[in-house]
Each structure stands twice: as structure tokens, then as C-alpha cells.
């Protein structure tokens, strides 16, 4: 059983940072990969960015160029690192893991860009 907890979110202004973290703990495969998403207020979940274990790296179009994903394996932690927030960032941002068969998701931390 693998558990997830985010953390890192709060408010910010426009054009600031935010550090996101996945810490994951249990038992899962070492091949693996951790996806970062988003929800907003009255919308569906969308997809933030995705890393998988080797390192390789995905992102949203939206995000593209602002956010950089990594990961410390030796910590099993995702970092999500916001750069130029702007207020279409704010939402409830949530990880996945997916290891083999096995899919786990954490909580959720809030992310609200706001002047």
C-alpha cells in the first residue's frame, strides 16, 4: 500500500512561487511514475505534469515553461516547482502514483494565486 501527501500550497500573488511536494511512502515498484494534477472550483480535474522514474518529464500546455517537475528517489518525493502564478493556476493540486498495477492518489494541498 503506497500513501501520498502533498504539501507546499498556500496563497500567493500574482507572479510568485510556490514549491510543491509528493512524499510517498509504503511499498511500490521502483519503476514507476508520478503525475501532478489540478482542480478548480466547478471544474473537472486536468492534468498538470507528469514524471516518471527514469526522470523523464511532461507538461500542460498551460504550464509549460513556468513549472519544472522533479524527483528525489532517495527521499521518494516529487517536487512541482510554480513559477509566474497567475490566478488560472488556483486549485486543489493532487498527486498520482502509478506503480505496475497499483494506482494511489494523496489528499491534496490548496494553491490560491490571489492579489
Known amino acids: 500500500q503506497v500513501r501520498l501527501e502533498e504539501s507546499g500550497g498556500g496563497l500567493v500573488q500574482p507572479g510568485g512561487s510556490l514549491r510543491l511536494s509528493c512524499a510517498a511512502s509504503?511499498?511500490?515498484?521502483?519503476?514507476?511514475?508520478v503525475r501532478w494534477y489540478r482542480q478548480a472550483p466547478g471544474k473537472q480535474r486536468e492534468y498538470v505534469a507528469h514524471?516518471?522514474?527514469?526522470?523523464?518529464?511532461n507538461y500542460a500546455d498551460s504550464v509549460k515553461g513556468r513549472f519544472t517537475i522533479s524527483r528525489d528517489n532517495a527521499k521518494n518525493t516529487v517536487y512541482l516547482q510554480m513559477n509566474n502564478l497567475k490566478p488560472e493556476d488556483t486549485g486543489v493540486y493532487s498527486c498520482?502514483?502509478?506503480?505496475?498495477?497499483?494506482?494511489?492518489w494523496g489528499q491534496g494541498t490548496q494553491v490560491t494565486v490571489s492579489s
Open positions: 509504503g511499498t511500490f515498484f521502483s519503476i514507476n511514475v
Open positions: 498520482n502514483l502509478v506503480s505496475g498495477p497499483f494506482s494511489s
Open positions: 514524471i516518471s522514474s527514469p526522470g523523464n518529464t
